[in-house]
């Protein structure tokens, strides 16, 4: 799902009564994917990049959550930036962690290997976090606060690669492995392999248990030729050791500036509550396992998050949202930009609270270039990735379709995830490593419209027998196959001027008055289990219709694109020529993970919306106290 909005899941979500309410309900529901274009904390262990301001919150249990907008990020396609060294060359000193866990590693797997059932692998991760957050709320401050932490995962696996204590037979079960442990941030020896002796030892016994109900329940439920592949791929153990990542930062000059970034909103009668955060997070993750991969590397990332809300006459709950990412300080926004896209929030906010509902169609539509990465991300992307062309519970749509049109032949779809940027724009889904230590890949999806591979983590899939990559997941959930840099190219296309007009000729040929054009975009969730329906659902926040006979375009508000993914990915009948990017935060059965997602825009033959849910609790009663005109020396 996709959602351009920063909360905390449980208490730091700015939203309304509305989202939180929704929140509870989609919850629990199975098999659903979301994107949001910031991070919930979903598990209390992983410090999420982003606190507080979504624009809209949706929420899913057994798999979804957030990915990031960037605003207007037009750029053309670029070539992945090479790393920096060789692959696996070690470039920086090792940290104390690697020995620790590595002795203890060798002590457990020397004995948890004879014992029935065997295990037949052992993974430690211990992820080292460093967090800074700053936010204020209408011209003051509510948060600033730094902190760091450590957390231990233990993957024990037992049985063989062929048939393991992860096998799922029948409905869904749980997934190998737990949340994991805290652990302390001093590297003292004893106390660190004393806790990953006790996670062991846990997880062991977690997965001999799994193995054997397994095994039982092999011999009374059919097993499909998906469900009858390896559990687990036998993969090239990597040794990278990357230098440690670490930040210093003064949080007073940032305290100054959401105080005046969120005052300034406070000039627009039609701005109810604003929030602006900004969040530094540096990760260190140190891997080993019995294969014998041992890892060490780091990543700091920064973001700067707006969020301001309204609310319709009639109820309707309005959200205007807007955010920077960045790796290097140097590339930090300055106020210039800060100010101008706040401007923009404001008029487009003031604008939608004035704005007719626009009512239920099917017609064509322009969707710019980060709505279309959204589009493609929920339509296309969820329904790609492996583990759910191997699960009987899901509803499987691409998994017989390998080597057919799927898309018209002028687009193509990589997943980049060794791309750190795409033109001047960082790409939250670059990684160095997946979280089950195999090396990103670039992944050739679709080829001209043909489908021929998956993202693959290492589930292997019959005629797929190797991980590329994409085995990801939050900290204490376990890994599956997720997207990273989703990149969709077009040999097809043409000047915004042009395909406007081409916009507009659609338009006549159907009989219409008018077509819709998707200029802003909150985020998507889809389903794809088989208990449900095959649809997904994106969410605008700006939609404007525009007319055959010339008419100004009309800004118009409560529009979701709803449809089904076999339907909706052949109705695209020519695309824009420049890129934008959306970076978020895509939850689903392993968390919430950074993504990306890249494309020009799109024009659709035919695109269904439906009306918005809206809250029936009208305005505030009194305006703001700033804009009471009525009060007793004119406006307060």
Avoid at 264 to 291: G, K, L, W
Avoid at 319 to 346: C, G, H, I, L
């Amino acid at each position: 799902m996709v959602n351009p909005g920063n909360a905390t899941l449980a208490s730091n979500s700015p939203s309304n009564s509305w989202e939180l309410k929704n929140l509870v309900r989609l919850c629990g529901l199975p098999d659903w994917r979301t994107l949001n274009n910031s991070q919930p904390r979903l598990i209390r262990s992983e410090d999420s990049l982003t606190t507080f301001a979504r624009t809209r919150i949706n929420f899913f249990a057994a798999g979804v959550f957030a990915l990031a907008l960037v605003g207007t990020l037009k750029s053309p396609v670029q070539a992945a930036t090479p790393p920096a060294t060789p692959p696996d060359a070690p470039q920086a000193k090792p940290s104390p962690l690697l020995g620790v866990m590595k002795g203890e590693l060798d002590r457990s797997f020397k004995t948890l290997s004879t014992q029935d059932p065997a295990a037949y692998y052992i993974g430690y991760t211990i992820t080292d976090t460093q967090r800074a957050d700053v936010s204020g709320s209408n011209g003051a401050l509510l948060t600033s606060s730094e902190n760091r932490n450590r957390w231990l995962e233990v993957s024990v696996r037992t049985g063989n690669y062929d048939l393991d204590n992860t096998h799922k037979i029948g409905e869904r079960q749980s997934q190998n492995g737990g949340p994991g442990t805290a652990v302390p941030i001093d590297d003292d020896q004893e106390v660190l392999r004393r806790d990953i002796w006790l996670e062991t030892d846990k997880q062991y016994r977690s997965a001999a248990e799994w193995l054997i109900k397994i095994k039982t329940g092999r011999e009374v439920k059919v097993e499909t030729a998906e469900g009858r592949a390896p559990d687990f791929t036998h993969e090239q153990p990597h040794t990278y050791i990357g230098p440690e990542t670490s930040f210093v930062l003064e949080r007073k000059p940032w305290e100054e500036k959401v105080r005046a970034y969120t005052k300034a909103f406070r000039d627009s009668p039609a701005v109810i509550n604003s929030i602006v955060t900004f969040t530094a997070q540096a990760q260190n993750a140190y891997h080993v396992t019995s294969e014998g991969t041992q890892l060490q590397f780091g990543q700091i990332r920064y973001r700067l998050e707006l969020f301001i809300q309204g609310k319709a006459p009639d109820g309707m709950d309005l959200n205007r949202y807007y955010n920077f990412d960045w790796v290097k300080p140097a590339d930090a926004p300055d106020d210039k930009a800060v100010y101008a896209a706040e401007a923009t929030m404001r008029k487009e906010l003031e604008g939608l609270v004035a704005a007719p509902i626009n009512e239920p169609s099917v017609g064509p539509a322009l969707l710019t270039g980060r709505a279309a990465a959204v589009f493609f991300h929920e339509v296309f992307g969820h329904r790609a990735e492996g583990h759910r062309q191997k699960d009987v519970a899901e509803g499987q749509t691409f998994a017989k379709k390998v080597g057919e049109p799927i898309l018209p032949q002028f687009l193509s779809i990589v997943d980049d995830s060794t791309m750190r940027k795409l033109g001047h724009d960082d790409l939250l889904g670059y990684y160095e490593y997946d979280d089950e230590g195999v090396r990103s890949h670039r992944v050739v999806l679709v080829d001209h419209g043909v489908l021929k591979d998956f993202e693959m983590s290492r589930s292997p899939l019959v005629g797929f027998e190797h991980s590329n990559g994409h085995g990801r997941r939050q900290l204490g959930a376990s890994p599956v196959s997720r997207q990273g840099n989703l990149i969709v190219e077009s040999s097809k296309t043409v000047t915004d001027a042009q395909l406007r007009a081409k916009l507009i000729e659609l338009i006549k040929q159907q009989n219409k008055q008018f077509g819709l054009l998707i200029d802003d975009i909150a985020g998507g969730f889809t389903f794809t289990g088989r208990g449900q329906p095959q649809a997904f659902q994106v969410l605008p926040l700006v939609v404007y219709k525009v007319y055959a006979d010339g008419r100004p375009d009309e800004l118009v508000r409560g529009v979701d694109i709803v449809g089904t993914p076999l339907a909706a990915l052949t109705k695209i009948v020519a695309t824009g020529d420049k890129q934008e990017v959306f970076n978020g935060y895509c939850g689903a059965e392993s968390g919430s993970v950074p993504v990306s997602a890249a494309s020009p825009a799109i024009l659709t033959s035919e695109l269904e919306v439906q009306k918005k849910e809206s809250s029936t609790d009208r305005p505030p009663i009194l305006p703001a106290p700033a804009h009471d005109i009525l009060k007793a020396g004119g406006p307060q």
